[in-house]
């Protein structure tokens, strides 16, 4: 289309018409007033109605119209010379108004969106309860409203050459480290891809290793644990239809923290976080250390346990190994189910799947009591850390698999590669095991008191270290 | 990459045949021995009994043992090695024999009588790769030691469960036995200056009616299996038995006894005490071809029984410092004649020999090698430094007379 000529009224009714092909959603009205026709465009069931009719309608229609679109509009508006923008202005939600060879757009957007309500996989007994929405000026507002300082940067980009979805880059002026930001968008303008539709998406297409079970990009829906984050020099990501916030760069021990840590008593929060790094271990270690151990070194497990194993395998057909794995991919079968099916039904699945699944099956012999207690152990220890849940899944598996076939030999050699692996990844460049610097030891495993937590994380941090004190 | 998927083979190849996949195997396969007698006849043969747990019995509930099975099964060996006698076994059964939690080695007299099967039954644990070291190595001081398994054991469900607890238990209620396990005996064995004991079981008849063993797979037992003194060994040659006396004595002087109950004569009246975690003090020296060995023990006394006519409240602390110099005298006097009575055996149980060795070493290579001689005619001195206790106890006898 011609960016210089500009059409009358009808041709640009037309015009629209040919852009928006037709949509029975677009709306485009030519409204007759006292100085010739004014063209409407919008989108149904993105604008305001009452505004629409109160402050654009109705001055419109009034006797005292006299060609003036920003004196008689009531509501704010702004001039836009490229028809390109219009369209993708009103595509966003405003009210186009077109008149006289001037294109104009008013802002009296409104939607039906979620209210803001507490995040289900994010519960904290304490703190704020409050968590995002799918909608990203709710969820930049909620930040803002956390972090009431000139100096956080929300800046806006469009990912997605069909979508247009609006990305939000949030962080901290003089906090934010520069060299991740710098990254984050080198990476964000590699991107070029047709839609995008949730955080998920671009956590992918901007992780370096995305073959990796472990993310390296932090994920939240909470306002407080980004506000905490993005405080440490970390940089955040918002998505417009997401109420999945991005967080990075991520070091390891961060899938050990909550953010209620920081609301307890430090003895409670470090008891709390070695709780959660025992849960870890046990979630991918214990099933592959008990068919390492029960297979090639009998003589490692106390004589009752042994005893106790053994007359519960007396009448099982298969071998430790299969038993364990089936158990496994039985126990995800039913994660997988109870998690996408309704919440009325999911507990159902759950109930009939550990209790009557693991129950009858240990009863007709086909797997022994202490494989399902085992197997279930790893499982609710899993629960603990759900942000390992994809890293602990596939290890899991690798270590029963080579437990399976070398013993304690093939679970230590699992456990070097897993370690150096861990050692290896970078989060936009740091690395994600870089914890163990002294200040970072006071906030990793251990939480100490928050009045001996002065420093920033020293691994993100590069300048303006200090958090408590001048 | 390449460097990568190179390494990656590599740790698996290593992996692979380091770990000796191999050996896998599935623990149903395993039948678990518990106990095993080892004992040799006139002609030589090595004859090999185990009990092994009978895993069918446990209840799937974990609640212990159904009622009509057998929690344990015996299975027996003969061979003319040990090697062969479990061999023998072994046949018979269509498990894999698993030792690794074997609690009791019991020895017959007359295998650890003759040295040469002795030692060939040692060679063979030692090279064994799945026997456990860790077992109780005890010597029965009976003929016929199947009746062993005859025994009543208590609230045990196995005999090797039951000698292993009660070991463990005697050591802490008394210092009447000694609780060596298989390395513990070699370990003595190769130390220079020391000779090496083994534990000591015996059983003896039932008196009255049969006992119900609950647990055991004897529902009426005839024996009782006791457990008390110890098996004294010159290098790897039997030598004789000791008693419960003498064996507190043992355990005084290597500082593993706990506690040593013993019963005293005063004012034609019983005095029963008890020393509580005595620790002992050794100080062998040579003068003039001859070796003196110091002995000094301290530690707490309780009396447990002290009634005597005449103590009132005014001098009953008197006798009380009385009773504590009589004790000290008493126990110096006893640990002499049985340290004699071990030394005259012609074994260096105690380990003077090594206590010598280490303060002297330049004049213990001079007289190692006679170091026999030395020994037996050793003079003894114990001295006993003790201390009543009295915390929380009552200050004056039961009846107060008026």
């Known amino acids: ?470 | 990459m390449k460097k990568k998927v190179a390494l990656i083979l590599l740790v698996i190849c290593v992996s692979f045949t380091l770990s000796g996949c191999w050996s896998s195997e599935e623990p149903k396969n395993l039948a678990i021995i518990n106990s095993i007698i080892y004992d040799c006849d006139e002609e030589g043969n090595y004859l090999v009994t185990a009990q092994i747990i009978n895993t069918s019995s446990i209840s799937s509930s974990g609640m212990g043992t159904t009622t009509d099975k057998n929690p344990s099964l015996i299975i027996k060996g003969k061979g003319a090695s040990v090697a062969a006698a479990v061999d023998n076994m072994t046949a018979r059964l269509e498990k894999n024999l698993f030792a690794a939690h074997n609690k009791v080695r019991f020895l017959s007299q007359r295998l650890v009588s003759d040295e040469y099967c002795f030692t060939k039954f040692l060679d063979f644990i030692f090279r064994d790769s799945i026997a456990d070291e860790t077992s109780l190595l005890v010597v029965v001081k009976n003929e016929d030691l199947d009746k062993i398994y005859k025994s009543a054991i208590g609230l045990a469900t196995l005999t090797g469960n039951f000698v292993d607890t009660l070991h463990q238990k005697k050591q802490e209620h008394s210092s009447s036995s000694v609780f060596y396990r298989t390395f513990e005996f070699v370990r003595e064995y190769y130390e220079d200056g020391i000779d090496p004991v083994m534990g000591q079981v015996y059983f003896h008849p039932l008196e009255g009616t049969p006992t119900l063993n609950p647990g055991g797979d004897m529902k009426e037992a005839k024996y009782e299996l006791t457990s008390e003194g110890m098996a004294v060994f010159k290098d790897l040659r039997f030598v004789d038995f000791m008693d419960a006396s003498d064996t507190e004595i043992y355990n005084v002087v290597f500082n593993n006894a706990k506690i040593v109950k013993f019963d005293m004569f005063l004012d034609s009246d019983t005095v029963s005490m008890v020393l509580v975690k005595p620790s002992a003090d050794i100080k062998v020296s040579k003068k003039d071809d001859q070796v003196y060995v110091d002995i000094k023990v301290t530690g707490k006394i309780i009396v447990s029984n002290f009634f005597i006519y005449d103590i009132n409240d005014e001098n009953s602390d008197a006798r009380l410092k009385e009773v504590e110099a009589k004790a000290s005298e008493h126990l110096a006097k006893r640990s002499v004649e049985s340290i004699k009575r071990g030394l005259a055996l012609g074994c260096d149980i105690y380990g003077f020999g090594q206590k010598f060795h280490a303060s002297n070493p330049k004049v213990w290579r001079e007289i190692s090698k006679d170091w026999e001689n030395y020994y037996k005619n050793a003079i003894v001195n114990v001295e006993y430094k003790l201390n009543l206790s009295r915390e929380g106890e009552i200050n004056r006898p039961f009846a107060k007379e008026d």
């Open chain 1, 1 to 470: 289309m011609d960016q210089q000529k500009i059409p009358d009224s009808e041709l640009m009714f037309n015009q629209l018409k040919l852009d928006f092909k037709n949509s029975f959603d677009m709306k485009i009205e030519r409204v007759p007033t006292n100085s010739g026709e004014v063209v409407l465009a919008y989108v149904d069931g993105m604008i305001n109605r009452d505004l629409f009719n109160r402050d654009v309608i109705t001055p419109l229609k009034s006797d005292s119209f006299a060609g003036d679109i920003p004196k008689s509009i009531l509501t704010s508006i702004d001039k836009v010379d490229d028809h390109q923008k219009f369209i993708i202005e009103i595509l966003n939600g405003s009210l186009g108004i077109y008149y006289n060879g001037e294109r104009f757009i008013s802002d009296i957007r409104k939607w039906e969106k979620r209210s803001v309500e507490t995040p289900g996989s994010e519960n904290a007994t304490r703190g704020p309860k409050e968590g995002f929405t799918e909608d990203l000026l709710t969820n930049t507002a909620l930040l803002r409203r956390k972090i009431r300082n000139e100096n956080l940067v929300l800046e806006s980009r469009v990912l997605g050459r069909q979508s247009r979805t609006k990305v939000v880059i949030g962080y901290v002026d003089g906090i934010a480290n520069k060299e991740v930001l710098a990254l984050l968008r080198e990476r964000l303008d590699q991107i070029d891809i047709d839609s995008v539709l949730e955080t998920g998406t671009i956590e992918q297409l901007i992780d370096n290793k995305p073959l990796i079970p472990l993310s390296t990009i932090g994920m939240s829906q909470k306002p407080d644990v980004i506000a905490s984050k993005i405080m440490e020099g970390r940089v955040c990501l918002f998505c417009d239809g997401s109420p999945h916030a991005l967080y990075l760069p991520e070091l390891f021990i961060e899938n050990l923290q909550r953010s209620e840590d920081y609301y307890h008593r430090a003895p409670i929060a470090t008891f709390l976080r070695i709780i959660r790094f025992i849960g870890f271990l046990i979630s991918v270690i214990l099933p592959g250390f008990y068919v390492g151990m029960a297979t090639f070194n009998p003589e490692m497990l106390p004589p009752s346990f042994l005893v106790t194993i053994i007359s519960s395998m007396e009448q099982t057909p298969f071998p430790e190994a299969i038993e364990i794995l089936f158990l496994v991919l039985m126990m995800e079968l039913l994660k997988e189910s109870g998690t996408r099916l309704p919440k009325a039904l999911g507990s159902a699945v759950s109930i009939v799947g550990a209790l009557i699944i693991g129950e009858a099956a240990v009863n007709a012999g086909i797997v022994s009591a202490p494989s399902v207690i085992i197997v279930a152990l790893s499982a609710v220890a899993g629960f603990i850390v759900p942000n390992l849940n994809e890293f602990t899944t596939i290890y899991k598996l690798i270590f029963i698999i080579f437990a399976s076939l070398m013993g304690i030999i093939g679970l230590a050699a699992v456990l070097v590669i897993m370690i150096t692996q861990l050692s290896a990844m970078r989060s936009f460049d740091i690395p994600i095991m870089s914890f163990f610097h002294k200040n970072e030891l006071k906030d990793s495993l251990l939480r100490f008191p928050t009045r001996h937590l002065r420093f920033r994380p020293a691994s993100i941090q590069r300048e303006n270290f200090k958090r408590i004190g001048k």
